[in-house]
C-alpha cells in the first residue's frame, strides 16, 4: 500500500506481500477530508438558511444566512466549507462567497439578481452535508420611481436619471 494512502495521524507501518514500508505523521501527505454526514458534525435538519428578503427587484440585493448546527441544535463555529447553489427557477442571480460572523455564528453571502423570471431555490453545502431548509428568491423586474421636483409638475428623476427641466 502506497504511503500517500495512509492517514496523517500516527507513523505508521504496514506489511505489503513482506516488505516493510513506513510512512512518516511528519510527510506531507494530503489533508484528509471530514466524512459527510453526521461524522463532520453538521445536522443536515437543525442548521439553517435564511434570506434577508423574499423578493428582490433587478439590479437589487439579498443576504443568505446560514447557520451550521449540530443535531442538539449547538451552532458550530468557523472553518467550514459552506457551499452555496441557485438554482431550478428563470431567474437569474451571482451569489457572493460565504464569510463567516463570529459574533453570531453564522456564514453570510450577498445575492445580487440580474434577471427576472421564475423564482430560484437556494442550497446550501456545509461540510458536504446538503442542508434540508432551500428558501425561493423571486426577483421581479425593477419598479418606476418618479419624484416630481416643481410645482409645475416637471419629472427630475426616473430611476437614477436626471432631467432638469
Not at 45 to 64: D, F, H, K
Not at 129 to 143: C, D, F
Amino acid at each position: 500500500m502506497p504511503c500517500r494512502a495512509l492517514s496523517r495521524t500516527t507513523a505508521v507501518v504496514v506489511a505489503v506481500a513482506g516488505i516493510l514500508s513506513a510512512c512518516s505523521s511528519n510527510s506531507d501527505l494530503p489533508a484528509t477530508p471530514p466524512p459527510p454526514g453526521d461524522a463532520s458534525g453538521v445536522s443536515a435538519t437543525t442548521s439553517s438558511v435564511t434570506l434577508s428578503a423574499e423578493r428582490v427587484a433587478v439590479g437589487e440585493a439579498l443576504t443568505i444566512v446560514v447557520t451550521p448546527r449540530a443535531s442538539d441544535r449547538t451552532r458550530l463555529g468557523a472553518d467550514r466549507s459552506v457551499q452555496l447553489r441557485v438554482a431550478n427557477g428563470t431567474a437569474t442571480g451571482r451569489v457572493s462567497a460565504a464569510r463567516f460572523f463570529g459574533f453570531d455564528s453564522t456564514y453570510r453571502a450577498t445575492f445580487v439578481a440580474l434577471s427576472a423570471g421564475s423564482p430560484v431555490r437556494v442550497t446550501a453545502i456545509v461540510n458536504g452535508v446538503t442542508l434540508a431548509e432551500t428558501p425561493s428568491i423571486s426577483v421581479q423586474e425593477p419598479t418606476p420611481s418618479w419624484t416630481f421636483c416643481s410645482t409645475t409638475g416637471a419629472v427630475c428623476e426616473f430611476i437614477g436619471r436626471r432631467d432638469v427641466r
